[in-house]
């Protein structure tokens, strides 16, 4: 069977209409900076607050589902990656987030997911081992799951972000800008 590919997009995940948004999360749930605050912001901040409140905690390499609320996507899945200390744990949490994100999704009737780069912001993670990370994840969970979700992006805020994402054409397919 044919897996598809990874797309890249460059612009605002909160803007993308997927079934399902990734937030980059912190192991309380809480609103933050960077895509978990735009996420917030964009989901309307008061009902994420409260819907991610419930919940509680979420574990390093872990995931939860909420509705999207607010944002076209249906559904945020809040995935908590690793702080970046260069060990073989931090890398497996990394992708076990990715992994627990893909099958919330899929678990949900999802077709569409669309990430960011988890951890590679203020957690620190290098962004090239963290794109290489991210495609491990995504393709054992096309190899393992019976019907994957059809359409994966990796969104890039910035410029650099996105040549890096698409300078990686072995792995990525890219999309307009």
Not at 43 to 70: D, L
Not at 122 to 134: C, F, H, N, T
Not at 149 to 162: V, W
């Amino acid at each position: 069977m044919q897996k598809n590919k990874i797309k890249v997009h460059r612009g605002d995940i909160t803007k993308l209409e997927v079934d399902c948004i990734v937030n980059a999360a912190n192991t309380q749930l809480l609103g933050g900076s960077g895509v978990c605050g735009a996420i917030f912001d964009a989901a309307g901040w008061h009902e994420m607050a409260e819907a991610c409140t419930t919940i509680g905690i979420c574990e390093t390499g872990e995931a939860v589902i909420t509705p999207g609320f607010n944002l076209p996507a249906k559904y945020v899945v809040h995935a908590v990656g690793p702080i970046y200390d260069n060990s073989r744990n931090t890398s497996e949490l990394l992708k076990s987030a990715y992994l627990q994100s893909l099958w919330l999704a899929e678990q949900s009737g999802s077709s569409s997911i669309a990430f960011p780069l988890i951890s590679a912001g203020v957690y620190g993670y290098p962004k090239e081992e963290a794109i290489d990370l991210a495609h491990e994840a995504i393709h054992s969970y096309q190899q393992e799951s019976v019907a994957p979700i059809s359409e994966i992006i990796i969104c890039a805020y910035s410029d650099e972000d996105y040549e890096l994402l698409t300078n990686k054409t072995r792995i990525f397919y890219t999309s307009q800008k």
